[in-house]
């Protein structure tokens, strides 16, 4: 049976530092079944965080990288780090990545970081969904930090959901599309959520969301602006096709909220990653430059084309040794297989390929378009280099490090537009 592409979600978590990225990232493992018992940043034992000075600080230092399954569809995450200092980390996910979630403080809003990491997700081309958590905390105003995205990062984004209660009366959600309250049991840690009724005191205000919706989507869906000018009735399925393809297409930013520390909003947000941010299929293909005649050559995610990667991340293991974390554009490899390098010209082999779940490693067999891993064996691959077949003779761009000076061409890469010589 042929692998569906369309299943695959490559995704980074970004936000400012104390927005909640980790904490976020530890309730979506749990919810998936990947992790059994759910750790805290200030305990120091979260999954994410496996560094010792992350563990002391209470901070992500470096982007990890774990693979999760939510309704049959497969998420691979990226968590960033969330301090200025470690923005380089930031930049070299964002590269490879298809999709973005933007996390923020339901009391700060909209910090530095944040702002930095969002318009550099804006120059690589990157479908976002935003998501407003610590709504349990004092002080947290849902309405003040939209106002805050429209004024510092879009107008395009748009409420999906409405908090029930705020600070520590918060309770849950409210889904504007399928027009339902959203409710967690606290007994068993938000596994178990259930839907009920609007309460009255709400009706208004999710009337008046869902038409600045409709009124958002309208703008870029002909279809949806006739039914809703003409009053009719629009099913749940036509609006969240609406609200996926203008999310693919950078029209439109969709906004949850929720509180990850109280259990609480983790569940649906997972629900707007499968359904509204891009698989590979999704996206325009990259761009890639021939290396003989010069010329641009687009890289399809196809599986029976020939393999081409880019190398992200190197890291130093100290049970296995060099790790090199890959994104596949094109084809396949196995373990075992040859891969060249299309910076140095060196062949080499694959001993390994491994599905990191943040420091923890699970061997498997082959690499496909799509996928994010990590392999062992060569040791002149360097972050940024195109490993490719060995016939396959193109330069994929590498990535945009501030201030380095380069020994190597480099092309700008956006997905949206064609590379550029410097």
């Known amino acids: 049976m042929p692998f569906d592409l369309s299943i695959i979600r490559n995704i980074g978590i970004m936000a400012h530092i104390d927005a909640g990225k980790t904490t976020t990232t530890e309730r979506m493992l749990f919810y998936t079944g990947i992790i059994h018992r759910m750790g805290e940043v200030h305990d120091g034992n979260v999954v994410m965080d496996w560094m010792e000075q992350e563990k002391e600080r209470g901070i992500t230092i470096t982007s990890a990288v774990t693979t999760c399954f939510w309704k049959k569809k497969q998420i691979n995450i990226i968590d960033t780090p969330g301090h200025v200092d470690f923005t380089a980390e930031v930049e070299r996910s964002l590269r490879i990545l298809d999709g973005a979630v933007g996390i923020f403080c339901g009391v700060s809003g909209v910090e530095p970081q944040s702002e930095t990491v969002w318009h550099q997700a804006d120059r690589y081309g990157i479908p976002r969904i935003a998501f ?9 105003d849902f309405e003040a930090v939209i106002e805050m995205i429209h004024d510092r990062l879009t107008e395009n984004a748009c409420a999906i959901q409405v908090p029930i209660g705020k600070e520590d009366k918060f309770e849950g959600v409210i889904d504007i599309v399928s027009q339902r309250a959203i409710y967690f049991d606290e007994s068993t840690q938000g596994v178990k959520y259930f839907y009920k009724k609007i309460p009255e005191e709400y009706l208004e205000a999710v009337e ?44 439109f930013v969709p906004i949850l909220c929720g509180s990850a520390l109280k259990n609480k909003g983790v569940q649906p947000l997972l629900d707007a990653i499968t359904d509204f941010l891009p698989s590979p299929l999704d996206l325009p293909p990259a ?51 040859t891969i060249f390098n299309q910076r140095n010209g060196k062949k080499e082999r694959i001993s390994r390929i491994l599905q990191m779940h943040s420091n923890k490693k699970k061997d498997i067999l082959e690499l496909k378009a799509g996928d994010i891993a990590a392999i062992v064996g060569p040791k002149y691959v360097f972050t940024g280099d195109t490993i490719t077949s060995e016939n396959n003779n193109i330069l994929l761009s590498d990535i945009e490090f501030p201030n380095w000076k380069r020994k190597i061409p480099h092309f700008a890469f956006i997905r949206t537009k064609k590379p550029v010589k410097p």
Do not use: C, W
């Open 287 to 337: 761009i890639a430059i021939d290396k003989k005649s010069g010329e641009e050559k687009e890289i399809y995610p196809k599986i029976d084309d020939v393999f081409s990667a880019l190398a992200f991340k190197v890291q130093i293991d100290k049970y296995v040794g060099k790790l090199i974390y890959i994104r596949v554009y094109s084809g396949s490899t196995k373990r075992g297989g």
């Open 132 to 140: 407003v958590n610590k709504l349990d905390r004092a002080g947290a």
């Open 208 to 251: 008046n969301q869902r038409n600045k919706l409709f009124e958002h989507l309208a703008e870029f869906d002909d279809e949806l602006m006739e039914a809703y000018l003409e009053g009719e009735e629009i099913p749940a399925e036509k609006i969240l096709a609406s609200i996926r393809k203008a999310t693919i297409h950078h029209h």
